[in-house]
């Protein structure tokens, strides 16, 4: 269904309406994700092999509380899957969007 409005003088067809709050929260929630470098180096690393939190931690010079900080973080936000085998806990990326966008990031910034 489309409506028309009339803005600053012009008629205008709107064909969607503006997202819902609750939607939007979800979103800016997703993308809060890619707004500390620690999360994008941490993503980024999950984007391309599964790593265990020691592996992790060593690749990234940061201390393991740190980030299992993040990674718990990641985890609550379904963004992440992780499984443990013997004393080590592994995680990967499960959230394919995620992937392309930070892949889209990267390549923006080959770009400029």
């Not at 009339?6 to 929630?29: M, Y």
């Not at 092999?49 to 740190?66: K, R, S």
């Not at 899957?81 to 995680?91: D, E």
Request: charged content about 25%; aromatic content about 6%; some cysteine.
């Amino acid at each position: 269904m489309s409506r028309t409005t009339v803005r600053c003088g012009a008629t205008t067809e709107v064909n969607a309406p503006v997202l819902s709050s609750e939607d939007a929260r979800e979103i800016a929630r997703f993308f809060q994700v890619l707004a500390d470098p620690t999360r994008v180096r941490i993503v980024k690393a999950l984007s391309e092999n599964e790593w265990c939190v020691t592996d992790l931690t060593l690749a990234l010079g940061m201390d393991q509380p740190a980030v299992s900080h993040q990674l718990k973080y990641l985890r609550e936000l379904g963004l992440v899957r992780w499984s443990k085998r013997g004393r080590h806990v592994y995680y990967s990326l499960c959230d394919d969007h995620l992937r392309e966008i930070l892949v889209n990031s990267i390549a923006h910034l080959d770009c400029r």
